[in-house]
T-cell receptor
């Protein structure tokens, strides 16, 4: 497989459930990102990992918990979510993070569509 | 605060030309980016401007005026497959991308 792969593509969960989103990139990139995309709103950056170290946490509620075991894999653990958390969650990668505009050329996955009931 | 403005939706005819505008106010500037996102798919990188002027890439061109805080994406010879959302984003002084809400482009036959 090439590019950035996200699973599952669709997820429906209750507010008391615990689930995880998975992202995998096969591009040899060193930076990975989680974004939230809601209808008619700008992309919201949630977390950034650079060489598997978290370098950005954009004031995200603790009910979202990221994990980056290596530079190729990124998880977003979800628990006790709220209906307003329903959105498309996009994973992205780039060769590096910060310090140059090259870091802003992102390769995105197709996203995980999350619905919280 | 930081702000990116672009039209919510535009409609154009197959074979025609369309210009999607983007204005920005950011703390610092390290480049302006355009991404394309088809419905249900990943956003994909289209173009990048850091200096004033026009960058041409096939049927797509992107223009930047830093003094005016303004960019546009020009799509020529429109095809049905160009129906998508077009996202404008600016890299600020910390190389963080500030995103617009996207412009949904509808192409009619």
């Amino acid at each position: 497989e090439t590019g950035v792969t996200q699973t599952p593509r669709h997820l429906v969960m209750g507010m008391t459930n615990k689930k995880s989103l998975k992202c995998e990139q096969h591009l040899g990139h060193n930076a990975m990102y989680w974004y939230k995309q809601s209808a008619k709103k700008p992309l919201e950056l949630m977390f950034v990992y650079n060489f598997k170290e978290q370098t950005e946490n954009n004031s995200v509620p603790s009910r979202f918990s990221p994990e980056c075991p290596n530079s190729s894999h990124l998880f977003l653990h979800l628990h006790t979510l709220q209906p307003e958390d329903s959105a498309l969650y996009l994973c992205a990668s780039s060769p590096l993070s910060g310090g140059s505009s090259g870091a802003n050329v992102l390769t995105f996955g197709a996203g995980s569509r999350l619905t919280v009931l | 605060g930081q702000n990116i403005d672009q039209p919510t939706e535009m409609t154009a005819t197959e074979g025609a030309i369309v210009q999607i505008n983007c204005t920005y106010q950011t703390s610092g500037f390290n480049g302006l980016f355009w991404y394309q996102q088809h419905a249900g798919e990943a956003p994909t990188f289209l173009s990048y401007n850091v200096l004033d002027g026009l960058e041409e890439k096939g049927r797509f061109s992107s223009f930047l005026s830093r003094s005016k805080g303004y960019s546009y994406l020009l799509l020529k010879e429109l095809q049905m497959k160009d129906s998508a959302s077009y996202l404008c984003a600016v890299s600020d002084s910390n190389y963080q991308l500030i995103w617009g809400a996207g412009t949904k482009l509808i192409i009619k036959p």
